[in-house]
Antibody
């Protein structure tokens, strides 16, 4: 079945780095863009970054721009998030999610249809 | 950046009642860019509605979405105990950033 499994979370000191991974299975990974979305304790959802299906385009939330890098290895069906210069406010559960763009009438609908269970990052 | 506001913040209803949630965008957006997600306590977000009104695969027909421009609505026609969750709207347009509303929490009495 379609599955996303995050790994690499943990406790890290402010200013240090951490790398998250997301292993994809059950679908053609190379056909989909992928996102990272995070959720601070007791808070709502915050989009972090997106990478296109071929890795050629990447976009980031202002809160992480210049510190985080999203990447993918299509040969290994793996998505990654390199997080540098971590801050206390980066503490959150980080989810990877599959991106869908599909025709809807004359427009294109975009949404995230599959989510992983999340990896917890604590910066302290 | 499109800012989404949701109301009410919390809704307390009984099983069988009708629930209506509002999502308002800071400027007009295309309906195709508006989605709704459900997140139960301790669980991963689940896609409910995309394109403002299209139900995702496996979502019961008691969930429906509507709206256009700046005002969108998620309706649960007959609440069931398992609908207790936080509901988020999302704007995912042609250009980043992607934004989420702050969520509406539903408590089933």
């Amino acid at each position: 079945q379609v599955q996303l499994v995050e790994s690499g979370g943990g406790v890290v000191q402010p200013g240090r780095s951490l790398r998250l991974s997301c292993a994809a299975s059950g679908f053609t990974f190379t056909s989909y863009g992928m996102h990272w979305v995070r959720q601070a304790p007791g808070k709502g959802l915050e989009w972090v970054a997106v990478i296109w299906f071929d890795g050629k385009n990447k976009y980031y939330a202002d809160s992480v721009k210049g510190r985080f890098t999203i990447s993918r290895d299509n040969s290994k069906n793996t998505l990654s998030l390199q997080m540098n210069s971590l801050r206390a406010e980066d503490t959150a559960v980080y989810y990877c999610a599959r991106s869908v763009s599909e025709p809807l009438g004359l427009a294109v609908a975009r949404y995230m249809d599959v989510w992983g269970k999340g990896a917890t990052v604590t910066v302290s | 950046e499109i800012v989404l506001t949701q109301s009410p913040g919390t809704l307390s209803l009984s099983p069988g009642e009708r629930a209506t949630f509002s999502c308002r965008a800071s400027q007009s957006v295309t309906s195709s860019s508006l989605a709704w997600y459900q997140q139960k306590p301790g669980q991963t977000p689940r896609l409910l509605i995309y394109g403002a009104s299209s139900r995702a695969t496996g979502i019961p027909d008691r969930f429906s979405g509507s709206g256009s421009g700046t005002d969108f609505t998620l309706t649960i026609s007959r609440l069931e105990p398992e609908d207790s969750a936080v509901y988020y709207c999302q704007h995912y347009g042609t250009s980043p950033p992607i934004t989420f509303g702050p969520g509406t929490k539903v408590d089933i009495k």
